[in-house]
């Protein structure tokens, strides 16, 4: 159970271009996702919180606009990195949460990530 | 400074050996304490989770919290192969992170366990 999955595993693209990044929780309903991001070499980083059927919640110095969230199902994230650059080249990793755990606040579930090029 | 130091590493022991994996931080309001583990090409996944300060053992593993010394500690004992594996350090000053899900992680340490 609690099966957190992303897709495409791995992008390469073009600079000026827009990638488009899934999460799906497979096997539970999550109101709340996380979008965090890494660096090489360094630590994971929360880049926004995103809830289902409102605005994402962004971390200072993450640009909404060059970042799209939605949240359109209990399912289902998507992060569009729009007119991408070879500085936005980075691991994207979701996580969410489980709706129907008990608690306030229950674990993050990761996704296997995914690898962002742009060239 | 950064609020959570981890050792990349690599870390290589043989099997069998105990393993030692360390974080520092600076935040004095963290008050939740994890470790994930993260196997190639997969997300990590919670290995241990402390509130506050102590010592909480699930079978191999031990981790430890000295809030009056910002150090947190994961311990393997008979370390097997299947370990290898990147361990990442976790807190928050809310539980996994409150609402708006904040953990502050560690850069990892990738752990070889050679047989």
């Known amino acids: 159970g609690a099966v957190v999955s992303q897709h495409p595993s791995w992008v390469i693209c073009k600079s000026g271009t827009s990638v488009k990044i899934e999460c799906r929780s497979l096997?539970?309903?999550?109101?709340?996702m996380f979008w965090y991001r890494q660096f090489p070499k360094q630590s994971l980083m929360l880049m926004a919180t995103?809830?289902?059927?409102?605005?994402?919640?962004?971390e200072q110095g993450v640009e909404k606009d060059k970042f799209l969230i939605n949240h359109a199902s209990l399912t289902l994230s998507t992060l569009t990195v729009t007119s991408a650059h070879p500085e936005d080249s980075s691991f994207y990793i979701c996580?969410?949460?489980?709706?129907?755990?008990?608690?306030?606040?229950?674990?993050?579930?990761f996704g296997p990530g995914t690898r962002l090029t742009v060239l | 400074q950064k609020e959570v130091e981890q050792d990349p590493g690599p870390l290589s022991v043989p099997e069998g050996a105990i393993v030692s994996l360390n974080c520092t931080y600076s935040?004095?309001?963290?008050?939740?304490f994890m470790w994930y583990r993260q196997y190639s090409r997969k997300g990590p996944e919670l290995l241990m989770y402390?509130?506050?300060?102590g010592n909480k053992e699930d079978g191999r593993f031990t981790a430890q919290v000295d809030k009056s010394s910002k150090y947190i500690s994961l311990f393997i004992r008979d370390s097997q192969p299947s370990d290898s594996a990147t361990y990442l350090c976790?807190?928050?000053?809310?539980?996994?992170?409150?609402?708006?899900?904040?953990?502050?992680f560690g850069k990892g340490t990738k752990l070889s366990v050679k047989p």
């Open positions: 996580s969410a949460r489980d709706l129907l755990l008990a608690g306030a606040y229950n674990e993050q579930f």
């Open positions: 096997d539970f309903q999550a109101t709340t």
């Open positions: 995103s809830n289902e059927g409102s605005k994402a919640t962004y």
């Open positions: 935040n004095s309001a963290f008050q939740y």
């Open positions: 402390t509130y506050s300060s």
């Open positions: 976790a807190m928050s000053a809310r539980k996994y992170g409150g609402s708006q899900g904040n953990l502050i």
